[in-house]
C-alpha cells in the first residue's frame, strides 16, 4: 500500500504561484511513476502533468505546459507541482496519484490522495 498526502494547496490571485506537495508512506515511492490529476466542479478529472520513477521523463496537458513543472524528491519521497502564471480556469481540486503507468498520461494508477482546493481569483 502507498498513502499519499497532498498540501500547498489555498486562495492565489490571477499570476500568482503556488507549489502543491505530495507526501508519500508505504511501500517504495521510488518505484512508482507519480502524477498530478485536477477536477473542477462539475467537471471530469484531468491529467495535469506526471513523472517517471527516476525523474528524468515527464509529461504535461497541453494547457499547463510552460507554467507548470512537476518534480520529485525520492530521498524525501515526495513529489511537487510548482504553478506559475495561475489562470482562474486552474481553479480545482488537485490530486496526486501513483502507479506502475504503462504512461505518464495514461496510467494506469493505483493509488490516489485525498486531494487539495487550488482557488485563483480574478
Known amino acids: 500500500q502507498v498513502q499519499l498526502v497532498e498540501s500547498g494547496g489555498g486562495l492565489v490571485q490571477a499570476g500568482g504561484s503556488l507549489r502543491l506537495s505530495c507526501a508519500a508512506s508505504?511501500?517504495?515511492?521510488?518505484?512508482?511513476?507519480m502524477g498530478w490529476f485536477r477536477q473542477a466542479p462539475g467537471k471530469e478529472r484531468q491529467f495535469v502533468a506526471a513523472?517517471?520513477?527516476?525523474?528524468?521523463?515527464?509529461d504535461y496537458a497541453d494547457s499547463v505546459k510552460g507554467r507548470f513543472t512537476i518534480s520529485r524528491d525520492n530521498a524525501k519521497n515526495t513529489m511537487y507541482l510548482q504553478m506559475n502564471s495561475l489562470r482562474p480556469e486552474d481553479t480545482a481540486i488537485y490530486y496526486c496519484a501513483a502507479g506502475w503507468a504503462t504512461t505518464l498520461k495514461n496510467g494506469p494508477y493505483d493509488y490516489w490522495g485525498q486531494g487539495t482546493q487550488v482557488t485563483v481569483s480574478s
Open positions: 508505504g511501500r517504495s515511492f521510488s518505484s512508482f511513476a
Open positions: 513523472i517517471n520513477w527516476s525523474g528524468v521523463n515527464t
